[in-house]
């Protein structure tokens, strides 16, 4: 695999634009689905129903950046620990890891500020906070280790899944699915980022930092340990294209083709 040395300014716009897509969609659902003038709240009032509902919208909105044409273009990284976890196995380049996370960090706050224009109060009350993602009740030591087990198991099923042979198709399905897991059971102890650019995103408008540290760190840990585990179990020799979905109907900067 040999990456192209330009800029793909495309690509990066992209990348800004499917993480900025899934934070309008994030607020948007939460103010859904938790601000308490939502009719939905009063009609569903057990919080794990209403996150189970979250979770599938959210997973359905990866899902969708995953194989749109702008995610086949890109990847749909939309995640700085997924960017440094394949920068880390050799398949991008570095000056094209560098442009996907500072395009990742803008597109999660400019869609926060685009849902925050017109959801207006609604996206400010406490119940939804412009989505932001905060320790749970246990503390910000379960949030770490939470952050860090998800972190992982998503990376490790993404390498799984690309890498096999017939049905590397179906890793952005997996994901996607994984996503409405993590915000179903997990949301509760560490809010479910496994994103430092997502967390970032809601955190500057809501003017809240509390634990930042663990969504820029416990992400690219997991990630990157699932790349050890797997370097291990010998399996971490796979040449894979850096895509969530790659169709060779798209130019991809990470192989050695164009589109067709």
Known sequence: MKPQRRVNWLEYTLEAWALGLFMFSACGFGVLLFHPASPLVTTIPDPLTRRLLMGIAMGLTAMGNFYSPWGRRSGAQMNPAVTL??????????????????????????????????FHRWIADPAVAYAVTLPGRWGTGWAFAGELA??????????????????????????????????????????MSMNPARTLGSAIPAMRWEALWIYFTAPPVGMLLAVEVRSLLGLGHEKHCAKMHHDSRYRCIFCEHRAR
Not at 154 to 171: D, K
């Open 85 to 118: 976890t394949f920068f880390r196995l050799g398949r991008m380049a570095g000056h094209d890891a560098l442009g996907y996370v500072t395009a990742q960090f803008a597109g999660g706050v400019l869609g926060t500020f685009v849902a925050a224009a017109l």
């Open 150 to 191: 998800i972190s992982f198991g998503l990376m490790l099923t993404v390498l799984t899944i690309s890498g096999w042979e017939g049905r590397a198709g179906f890793t952005g399905l997996a994901a996607g699915v994984l996503v409405a897991t993590y915000i179903t059971l997990e949301a509760p102890v560490s809010g």
